[in-house]
């Protein structure tokens, strides 16, 4: 169980924090979003989370701080991790061609794809498949998926330009599973979230307390739909570009982990070469990609990283306050998690309204985050 701290303990304005509170609730109130959950925590000590509207849509029950949330593309930087054990195993290396683990992969120029453009989007694969809302109308398993992708071809050279890239954690996922002999919800679990006591936390909801599930807003293009987030086809599907189920409280586990370096609690998951590696700026210097792209984004391993080279750069998600060297990620579910290494601070806004992003709440409320600290 974790331990809560009182906001000045830790260096953090209570004051600026109950307006970050007032703002969440004033938004559940407004209806902008149908509920949310948040978690900050700073020098390795978390405040108590606090929790917003209700886990259901037609409202009624109070969302807890311990509600369950699908965090669609956060589960990203999860995929990676996975495949960085094994790099740190010896069992895996950055600059592997993915045609050598996977011969069915190297086709239609993607011969020349390495294992870090997956963790990195500079492979050239595209977001997701063309026929990918066909393929999930007919509930087809992830490894339909997966061999459709073996025939994709590249929008660009691999290594030459950044394009966010849901088939490349697909495909990094199927490299895990290959190489460590294991399903990836498994090695998940048995080498990430076990360890660091993320019971509430699967890729997949299988093995989870359903009922404490919260139903994300799918609006009504996929409301009724047998396919959508909220039905039993994709909670078992497992996605490792946006299948993973968590709380607030789990996932600062895991931020916390890699501002420590890899250990938390007294328990080591990652050495502290592989936190450093995947929180570094794998793109921002690389010559081969037009100076136009990459000074609008910056990518670690798995990560987003905070940037501010040019007026339109940056992930919105962290808001305008963070340091540089903040490392994060957003999920088309509402959800964003970021970690400020400077500043020893953590911070995980679970909401189930996709357009919190582009409503500017999730940008908004980082803000207000990032401006208690005292």
Same mark, same amino acid.
């Given at each position: 169980?974790?331990?809560?701290?009182?906001?000045?303990?830790?260096?953090?304005?209570?004051?600026?924090?109950? #307006?970050?509170?007032?703002?969440?609730?004033?938004?559940?109130?407004?209806?902008? *979003?149908p509920?949310?959950?948040?978690?900050?925590?700073?020098?390795?000590?978390?405040?108590?989370?606090?929790?917003?509207?209700?886990?259901?849509?037609? @409202?009624?029950?109070?969302?807890?701080?311990?509600?369950i949330?699908?965090?669609?593309?956060? &589960? %990203?930087?999860?995929?990676?991790?996975?495949?960085?054990?094994?790099?740190?195993?010896?069992?895996?290396?950055?600059?592997? !061609?993915?045609?050598?683990?996977?011969?069915?992969f190297?086709?239609?120029? %993607?011969?020349?794809?390495?294992?870090?453009?997956?963790?990195?989007?500079?492979?050239?694969?595209?977001?997701?498949?063309?026929?990918?809302?066909?393929?999930?109308?007919q509930?087809?398993p992830?490894?339909?998926?997966?061999?459709?992708?073996?025939?994709?071809?590249?929008?660009?050279?691999? @290594?030459?330009?950044?394009q966010?890239?849901?088939?490349?954690? $697909?495909?990094?996922?199927?490299?895990?599973? #290959?190489?460590? @002999?294991?399903?990836?919800?498994?090695f998940?679990?048995?080498?990430?979230?076990?360890?660091?006591?993320?019971?509430?936390?699967? !890729?997949?909801?299988?093995?989870?307390?359903? $009922?404490?599930?919260?139903?994300?807003?799918?609006?009504?293009?996929?409301?009724? %739909?047998?396919?959508?987030?909220?039905?039993?086809?994709?909670?078992?599907?497992?996605?490792?570009?946006?299948?993973?189920?968590?709380?607030?409280?789990?996932?600062?586990r895991?931020?916390?982990m890699f501002?420590?370096?890899?250990?938390?609690?007294?328990?080591?998951?990652?050495s502290?070469?592989?936190?450093a590696?995947?929180?570094?700026?794998?793109?921002?210097?690389?010559?081969?990609?037009?100076?136009?792209?990459?000074?609008?984004?910056?990518?670690?391993?798995?990560?987003?990283?905070?940037? #501010?080279?040019h007026?339109? $750069?940056?992930?919105?998600?962290?808001?305008?306050l963070?340091?540089?060297?903040?490392?994060?990620h957003?999920?088309? &579910? @509402?959800?964003?998690?970021?970690?400020?290494?400077? #500043?020893? !601070?953590?911070?995980? *806004?679970?909401?189930?309204?996709?357009?919190?992003?582009?409503?500017?709440?999730?940008?908004?409320c980082?803000?207000?985050?990032?401006?208690?600290?005292?």
């Amino acid at each position: 169980m974790l331990t809560y701290a009182e906001p000045a303990a830790v260096g953090l304005d209570a004051d600026q924090l109950a #307006r970050v509170y007032a703002y969440l609730e004033s938004e559940a109130a407004a209806q902008h *979003i149908p509920g949310a959950a948040l978690l900050v925590a700073r020098h390795d000590e978390p405040v108590a989370p606090r929790a917003f509207g209700s886990p259901h849509l037609a @409202g009624g029950t109070p969302m807890r701080p311990e509600n369950i949330f699908l965090v669609a593309s956060v &589960t %990203k930087p999860l995929t990676v991790t996975a495949a960085m054990l094994l790099v740190e195993r010896g069992q895996l290396c950055l600059d592997e !061609l993915v045609g050598d683990i996977i011969p069915e992969f190297a086709s239609k120029g %993607k011969e020349t794809v390495r294992v870090r453009h997956l963790m990195s989007h500079t492979s050239g694969l595209p977001d997701m498949l063309p026929d990918n809302q066909a393929l999930r109308e007919q509930h087809q398993p992830l490894s339909e998926f997966v061999k459709r992708m073996y025939d994709l071809e590249l929008s660009f050279p691999p @290594g030459t330009n950044i394009q966010y890239q849901s088939c490349g954690l $697909a495909i990094l996922g199927e490299i895990v599973e #290959r190489r460590a @002999g294991t399903r990836l919800p498994q090695f998940l679990r048995t080498e990430v979230f076990d360890p660091l006591g993320m019971h509430d936390t699967g !890729l997949g909801a299988a093995g989870l307390d359903h $009922a404490r599930i919260a139903e994300v807003n799918v609006g009504p293009d996929m409301e009724g %739909k047998d396919w959508n987030w909220n039905m039993p086809y994709w909670w078992n599907f497992g996605a490792p570009w946006g299948g993973m189920f968590t709380t607030v409280s789990d996932f600062y586990r895991l931020l916390q982990m890699f501002l420590n370096g890899g250990e938390f609690g007294g328990v080591r998951v990652l050495s502290p070469a592989t936190t450093a590696v995947m929180t570094r700026d794998h793109t921002s210097d690389n010559p081969q990609i037009p100076a136009e792209v990459r000074y609008r984004q910056a990518w670690g391993l798995g990560w987003g990283l905070h940037w #501010r080279r040019h007026p339109t $750069a940056g992930w919105p998600y962290f808001g305008d306050l963070t340091a540089p060297g903040t490392f994060g990620h957003g999920g088309a &579910t @509402g959800t964003v998690v970021w970690a400020d290494p400077a #500043r020893e !601070l953590v911070c995980v *806004i679970f909401t189930t309204e996709p357009s919190a992003l582009n409503q500017g709440i999730l940008g908004r409320c980082s803000n207000l985050v990032a401006a208690s600290i005292i």
